[in-house]
């Protein structure tokens, strides 16, 4: 089967540096997405992991390790606009099929 | 321009009744997608077409009925509507390929009372 996790919710500081975790398990992994979607709007690409390591995109980044199944999305330099839902999704071989996570719900306070 | 649109975006209904979501997407992509994402935000895939044909049913009940005419549109018709069918449902589009970015429309928001 398939299967991923991740905080239902999180809350930050305005300025702050929050990490959002994922695990998986899922057969014929291929990379992993990270998505955000504003209450009421639709999901938006963020990142796509297919190596190992760490990839920056401003202010935010994505990790990927595929022997341990673990994935985390770094937010640095929060800002308001950052609160929103962020999914972890796993990309699998042979295309069409993208399984998204929970979302992870992320409050910033001032 | 609107990459992935779809119509309309509320839609309230009664138990029993029968109504169409449509989509359309100006992105040139080969693979168009039904997404379900329920009150507790679980983003479910339901059905996934590749140039018009169907590539993935992940088991839904077949009183939903999706429609590719063409590989730039992917309707979505459903039957005796059921009070567990509200949720929103997005309409999303990629160029298919593994590892390639989805792109969702605005997502309609369907209520069954």
């Known amino acids: 089967g398939q299967n991923i996790d991740q905080p239902t919710e999180m809350t930050a500081t305005e300025g702050a540096i929050v990490q959002i975790n994922c695990t998986y398990q899922?057969?014929?992994?291929?990379?992993l997405f990270w998505y955000q979607q504003h209450a009421g709007e639709a999901p938006t690409f963020l990142s796509y992991?297919?190596?190992?390591g760490l990839e920056e995109k401003g202010r935010f980044s994505s990790f990927l390790s595929r022997s341990k199944g673990y994935s985390y999305l770094l937010l640095k330099e929060l800002q308001m606009k950052d609160s929103a839902s962020y999914l972890c999704?796993?990309?699998?071989?042979?295309?069409?099929?993208?399984?998204f996570g929970a979302g992870t719900r992320l409050f910033v306070k001032a | 321009d609107t990459a992935v649109s779809q119509t309309p975006k509320y839609l309230v209904t009664q138990m029993g009744n029968d109504k169409s979501i449509k989509c359309e997407q100006n992105?040139?992509?080969?693979?168009m997608y039904w997404y379900k994402q329920d009150s507790k935000k679980f983003l479910k895939i339901m059905f996934s077409y590749n140039n018009k044909e169907l590539i993935i049913n992940e088991t839904v009940p077949n009183r939903f009925s999706p429609k590719s005419p063409d590989k730039a549109h992917l309707n979505l018709h459903i039957n005796s509507l059921e009070l567990g069918d509200s949720a929103v449902y997005f309409c999303a589009s990629s160029p298919g390929v593994t590892g390639n970015t989805i792109y969702f429309g605005e997502g309609s928001w369907l209520t069954v009372v």
């Open positions: 999704a796993v990309d699998r071989t042979g295309g069409f099929k993208t399984i």
């Open positions: 899922t057969s014929g992994f291929n990379g």
């Open positions: 992991n297919v190596l190992d």
């Open positions: 992105l040139g992509h080969d693979t």
